[in-house]
């Protein structure tokens, strides 16, 4: 994103933003920096400076901001099957009681990469990732169907990863 356009972003898109989301206020520019590294995590500051209108020095102050308010994170993404991982599933959980609780336990799991509280037909939507089939039901069976409060779960097991981005941008 060129400076011209950070500079171009209207105050109400920032305020619709701030109060959607209830987190931290973001500018235009900490909005920029981040579509900077969304298009790639590892862009020297000063390219991401050059682009947003501000020193390497500014954009590296920046950075660490937005990662210590939990903002973002910078990983390497990776193909689940090329590192050992080759059976990955969602996998809705519906819950009696408390529903952050079990999501908490889930969450404290090394298998369960994502986890959503939802609306819907399941309150919980859990991605698994696991070395193989049998990885798979131990997790199902015994980890998450044990979390007192599971009433019930349903699974959908990848058969292809067809996509898997992470560049949504700051709409």
């Known amino acids: 994103m060129h400076s011209e356009a950070v500079a171009s972003r209207s105050a109400d898109q920032k305020d619709s933003r701030e109060s959607r989301n209830g987190g931290p206020q973001l500018d235009a520019v900490s909005l920029a920096i981040i579509e900077q590294l969304q ?5 020297p500051y000063a390219a991401i400076g050059k682009a947003v209108g501000l020193s390497e020095a500014a954009v590296r102050q920046r950075v660490q901001k937005l990662l210590d308010q939990g903002v973002m994170q910078i ?11 080759r059976r990955q599933a969602m996998v809705g959980v519906n819950v009696e009681g408390d ?3 079990v ?7 090394s298998e369960c990469e994502y986890v ?3 609306a819907g037909s399941f309150d919980l939507m ?3 990732v696991c070395e193989d089939d049998d990885h798979l039901l131990e997790v199902i069976n015994r980890c998450i169907r044990a979390v007192p409060g599971v009433r019930s779960t349903e699974s959908f097991v990848y058969l292809k990863l067809k996509k898997q981005t992470y560049m949504w941008g700051t709409r």
């Open 126 to 128: 859990v991605e698994v």
């Open 75 to 85: 990983v390497a993404v990776t193909d689940p099957l090329t590192v050992g991982f």
């Open 99 to 101: 529903v952050e609780s």
């Open 116 to 118: 959503v509280m939802t």
């Open 39 to 43: 298009e790639d995590g590892r862009r």
């Open 103 to 109: 999501a908490e336990a889930l969450a404290a799991m």
